[in-house]
Nanobody, 121 residues
Framework: QLQASGGGLVQAGGSLRLSCAAP????????MGWFRQAPGKEREFVAA????????SYADSVKGRFTISRDNAKNTVYLEMNRMKSEDTAVYYC????????????????WGQGTLVTVSS
């Protein structure tokens, strides 16, 4: 199971870093993604990174503010969130898929339990 952590309360304009720990080295060969779901809304794509870390993709709403990275030696993926806005408030989920980068929720095979991020204005 993927284990997301690092959520919390942050003021608008602040920063937060999320982590997603994978249970073993198997996931080092997987594309990893971050998604989020705000209250009353559908789950949406935030960012994804290829197994090597050489390719990344971001939603337009977070481009230039969020950075996804991974450390395969630690079986961990990170989401660095800067210049945060109230609209970033959501439960953030990490996910994994065996194929290339995708922004589609249904394309991911494994999901973490989510971590809540609240941005106060």
């Amino acid at each position: 199971q993927l284990q997301a952590s690092g959520g919390g309360l942050v003021q608008a304009g602040g920063s937060l870093r999320l982590s997603c720990a994978a249970p073993g080295p198997t996931f080092s060969g997987y594309t990893m993604g971050w998604f989020r779901q705000a209250p009353g809304k559908e789950r949406e794509f935030v960012a994804a990174i290829s197994w090597s870390g050489g390719s990344t993709s971001y939603a337009d709403s977070v481009k230039g503010r969020f950075t996804i990275s991974r450390d395969n030696a630690k079986n961990t993926v990170y989401l660095e969130m800067n210049r945060m806005k109230s609209e970033d408030t959501a439960v953030y989920y990490c996910a994994a898929r065996a194929r290339g980068i995708s922004g589609i929720v249904g394309a991911y095979d494994y999901w973490g339990q989510g971590t809540l991020v609240t941005v106060s204005s």
